[in-house]
C-alpha cells in the first residue's frame, strides 16, 4: 500500500471536505468537540437525519462495493473518507446493518435476501440489532440457549438475549439460534433475521453507567420465524457468526475518531492552561506515539484486504489497543476537567462546555473493552493465531 496521496486522492479528500463543509450542521460538530456521541450529545433524531443526508449522497456505507449500492472505494479511498470526516467531525451513523450484516449477507445471503434486505440498509430505512449475547452467553458465546424448534414453514423461538444496542429503536434483528442441543455446541447454532415487531418479542432497557439507555434485554416467547429467514444452512450459523465478528472488531478500532480526538485534547489543553503542564503533555504525547502504532498496525489490515486478505489477527490486534487508546483519551479530559468533572452526567454539568461530557464518555468507555468480544479474549485469540499457543 502506498501511503503518499496521489493527486487524484488530494482531489477525492477536498470533495469530501466541500461536502461536510457544506451539509455538516453546527450542532453536530458541537458534539464532536464534546466527545460524546449518540445517547449524550447526539440525539437519535439528529443521527437519523444525518445517516438520511449520507446515503443520499451514497456514502452510509462507505466500505461497501458498487455492486451493493456502495461506492466502490478503494482501500485509500475509504481511509481518506475516514480521515476526513472524523477530522471535520461528522459522526459515522450507528448501523449494524452497514458494518456487520451487509458484509455478511454479501457473503452467505440468498439472493432474495440480498435483494430485500441491502437496500433498505443503505436507504436506513432498516435498523437492525445484534442478538448473539446472553445472560449465560457472552464470551463463551457457543454456549447460547435461545432455542429454535422447527413448526411447519417457522422456527418457534424460546430464551433470552442480553446488552442488546439499541434493540428500543430497531425494526429488525440478526440472531443466533440454537437449532440442535446435541454433539458439538458450535454445530447446532444457526443465523436467522426477524423482525422486532413480531408477537412474543418484549425489549426491557438497561440503564448504563452513563445514564442513558444503550442497552436491553430481549425476551422471546414463542416467537415465530419464518425457515426461509435463516442466512446460510441450519447448523451454519457459527461460520456466519465468526464472519461477522471479524468485521465488527476491524470497526470498534476508531482510529480515525481517536486521530481527531487527540487534536481536540491539544486544542483543550492549550485552552485550559495544559499547555505548561508537563505530566499532562507527556500523558498526551504517550497516547500520540500509540495511536501511530494503531494507524500502521490499520495499515497492514488495509493493505491486507486489498490484496484479497480478510481480517485475521489483525482485527483483535486493533481491537484491543484501539479501544484501551478511546479510554485514554477520556481519561484525558477527566484529568484536564479536574474538579467539573465530578458531576455524573451532562444535564447535572458545571463549568466550560468542554468538559460537560467528560465523566459521561468516560464511563460508557469503560464498555469499549467488553462489546465485541473482550480485551482477555481478544488476547486469547492473538495466543492461539499469531504464536500458536
Ligand atoms: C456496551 C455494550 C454493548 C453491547 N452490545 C451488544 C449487542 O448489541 N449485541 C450482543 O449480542 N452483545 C452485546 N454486548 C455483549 C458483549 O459482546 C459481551 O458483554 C461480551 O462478549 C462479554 O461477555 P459477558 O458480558 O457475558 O462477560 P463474560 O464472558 O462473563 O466475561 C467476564 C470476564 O471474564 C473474562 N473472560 C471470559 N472468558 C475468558 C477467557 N477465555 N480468557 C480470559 N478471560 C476471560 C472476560 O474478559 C471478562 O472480564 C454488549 C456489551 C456491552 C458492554
Known sequence: MDIDYSPEDLAFKQELKDWFEANLTPDL???AESGADLGGAVSIDQMVTWAKKLSGKGWLAPSWPKKYGGPGWNT?????FNEVRAEVGAPMPFSMGVAMLGPALM??????QKEKYLPKILSFEDWWCQG???????SDLASLKLSAVPDGDDYVLNGSKIWTTYAHYANRMFCLVRTNAEGKKQEGISFILLDMDTPGLDIRPIISIDGAHHLNQVFFDNVRVPK???VGEEGQGWTVAKFLLTHERSSISGVAESTANIKRIRRIAGEHGYDDDLQMQLKI???DLDLMALRYTEFRMLSGL???QVPGAESSMLKIKGTELQQAISELRVDMAGHYAYPWHADTAVGPEDFRYATQVYNFGRASTIYGGSSEVQYGVLAKMVLGL
Not at 457473503?107 to 432474495?112: A, L, Q
Request: proline fraction near 7%; glycine fraction near 14%; charge should be neutral.
Open 29 to 31: 460538530k458541537a458534539a
Open 76 to 80: 485509500t479511498q475509504l481511509y481518506i
Open 107 to 112: 457473503k452467505f445471503g440468498t439472493p432474495e
Open 132 to 138: 448473539y449475547s446472553e445472560p449465560g452467553a457472552g
Open 228 to 230: 426461509r429467514n435463516l
Open 285 to 287: 504525547a504517550s497516547s
Open 306 to 308: 486489498e490484496s484479497g
